[in-house]
């Protein structure tokens, strides 16, 4: 399993290393080390997509989170039809990564998406070219993004909010079990000190009484086990 993991992993790095002309297999791939790295931070266009990138990954991961964790307590609560609400959650994250891309691009569609029929109505000379903007076309992913996951990650809430009551419950039993045997040996030791009592009230001389308390008579060497 490394093996079939790593490999690819390892071959696409050593061929990073090389200059490669792809369609033109006879001008072979002298090796450049680290040049295309070079090239690749001082490129612009490559920057931009770094930043938009990272502006993405936690901009809809905190997003997921925050939504997720709203789902798990809306479904976590008992309510009629939780059943049926908790089936309709997953079905965004069922449907295929494709299908979903497809149906946003649906959606907001410049000339005959929903969101322009549901603004605009039939003036379609008012349609709007939501996707032709950069910025109105990386919030749409966003959310397209947030829709599909948001479910994922209130399973994941749920699962780990089971695992943490779960870990609870058991940390409780074994206080409880420590408990439980201390309070065992405490008793012992009361009905061993009661009885000790009883019998010293009840002795009739310090014979008895030494006896009862295991001390040695005067002038005997008291011994471990006498």
Same mark, same amino acid.
């Given at each position: 399993t490394m093996v079939f993991a790593l490999y690819p992993v390892l071959d696409s790095l050593w061929l990073s290393l090389h200059n490669i002309f792809i369609g033109l297999p006879q001008l072979? *791939? #002298? %090796?450049?080390g680290l040049d295309n790295y070079v090239a690749l931070l001082r490129d612009p266009v490559a920057q931009q997509a770094l930043v938009v990138t990272l502006a993405f990954v936690g901009l809809s991961t905190i997003?997921?989170?925050?939504?997720?964790?709203?789902?798990?307590? &809306?479904?976590?609560?008992? %309510?009629?039809?939780?059943?049926?609400?908790? !089936? $309709?959650?997953?079905? #965004? /994250?069922?449907? #295929?990564?494709?299908? !979903? *891309? =497809?149906? /946003?691009?649906?959606? %907001?569609?410049? =000339?005959?998406?929903?969101a322009n029929l549901l603004l605009f109505g039939e003036r379609v000379t008012d349609y709007v070219p939501w996707l032709a903007y950069p910025g109105v076309a990386f919030g749409i992913v966003v959310l397209a993004d947030v829709w599909k996951s948001s479910s994922f990650a209130a399973l994941l809430i749920l699962a780990l909010g089971i695992m943490l009551l779960l870990a609870g419950v058991r940390q409780a039993y !074994?206080?409880?079990? $420590?408990? *439980?045997?201390?309070?065992? =040996?405490?008793? %012992?030791?009361?009905? &061993?000190?009661? *009885? !000790?009592?009883?019998?010293?009230e009840l002795a009739q001389d310090d014979a008895d009484r030494r006896r009862i308390l295991l001390l040695p008579a005067p002038g005997e060497q008291h011994t471990l086990g006498a």
């Amino acid at each position: 399993t490394m093996v079939f993991a790593l490999y690819p992993v390892l071959d696409s790095l050593w061929l990073s290393l090389h200059n490669i002309f792809i369609g033109l297999p006879q001008l072979g *791939s #002298p %090796f450049v080390g680290l040049d295309n790295y070079v090239a690749l931070l001082r490129d612009p266009v490559a920057q931009q997509a770094l930043v938009v990138t990272l502006a993405f990954v936690g901009l809809s991961t905190i997003l997921e989170l925050a939504c997720g964790l709203i789902i798990a307590l &809306v479904i976590h609560e008992r %309510f009629r039809g939780r059943g049926l609400v908790r !089936a $309709a959650i997953l079905i #965004p /994250w069922a449907i #295929p990564t494709v299908v !979903a *891309s =497809q149906l /946003w691009r649906y959606i %907001f569609n410049d =000339q005959y998406g929903f969101a322009n029929l549901l603004l605009f109505g039939e003036r379609v000379t008012d349609y709007v070219p939501w996707l032709a903007y950069p910025g109105v076309a990386f919030g749409i992913v966003v959310l397209a993004d947030v829709w599909k996951s948001s479910s994922f990650a209130a399973l994941l809430i749920l699962a780990l909010g089971i695992m943490l009551l779960l870990a609870g419950v058991r940390q409780a039993y !074994a206080h409880r079990t $420590a408990e *439980s045997e201390l309070m065992k =040996q405490y008793e %012992f030791m009361y009905r &061993v000190f009661r *009885s !000790a009592r009883r019998r010293l009230e009840l002795a009739q001389d310090d014979a008895d009484r030494r006896r009862i308390l295991l001390l040695p008579a005067p002038g005997e060497q008291h011994t471990l086990g006498a």
